[in-house]
T-cell receptor, first 115, second 109 residues
């Protein structure tokens, strides 16, 4: 099992450009998440999905859109990139078991720079 | 609102010394607490969770509901413990995780 795979690993964009980050998981997890990691800020949740076809906003959703057309994939889109979106982006997935939350499995991250 | 506080951004200890990484939380219900570790240029991975009550790589963490803390401890630090450590909280009835800002641990040889 590859677990959680993120593509691309690195990307440099110019302000105003658009791009899509892809997250794929092969663990049949119901839930998927997108975080951004910034120095001194820790991990902040951008959007998440509790199942195919459903998405919800997290703590810092502005400037991002997501889609979960297939259970195994969770896409994060930047329609018009801004320098403030320079960050490392992590995708994670997990699945609920009863009333307990199972730990999240993370991808390797995507390092995104906006010039 | 749920909050996770890790008061130390940086922590340095000598090899063989005890180490404690602090984590405090605010949550009115019954939380689930986790510690994640991120080694240099690697993905975050689960270190331990409070319901397991187990020791991983010599680390332990006890949930203290009275003090709303979930400090991570190890009696004898090793060089390979140098990493970024994140404390995280999950609501028992929800699916969102709330992460602290992380503590970068450096173990000095």
């Amino acid at each position: 099992n590859a677990g959680v795979t993120q593509t691309p690993k690195f990307r440099v964009l110019k302000t105003g450009q658009s791009m899509t980050l892809l997250c794929a998981q092969d663990m049949n997890h119901e839930y998927m998440y997108w975080y951004r990691q910034d120095p001194g800020m820790g991990l902040r949740l951008i959007h998440y999905s509790v199942g195919e076809g459903t998405t919800a906003k997290g703590e810092v959703p502005d400037g991002y859109n997501v889609s979960r057309l297939k259970k195994q994939n969770f896409l994060l889109g930047l329609e018009s990139a801004a320098p403030s979106q320079t960050s490392v982006y992590f995708c994670a997935s997990n699945t609920p078991t009863g009333v307990l939350n199972q730990p999240q499995h993370f991808g390797d991250g995507t390092r995104l720079s906006i010039l | 609102a749920q909050r996770v506080t890790q008061p130390e951004k940086l922590l340095s200890v000598f090899k063989g010394a005890p180490v404690e990484l602090k984590c405090n939380y605010s949550y009115s219900g019954s939380p689930e607490l986790f510690w994640y570790v991120q080694y240099s240029r690697q993905r975050l991975q689960l270190l331990l969770r409070h319901i397991s009550r187990e020791s991983i790589k010599g680390f332990t963490a006890d949930l203290n509901k009275g003090e709303t803390s979930f400090h991570l401890k190890k009696p004898f630090a090793q060089e390979e413990d140098s990493a970024m450590y994140y404390c995280a909280l999950s609501r028992s009835t929800g699916n969102q995780f709330y992460f602290g800002t992380g503590t970068s641990l450096t173990v000095i040889p």
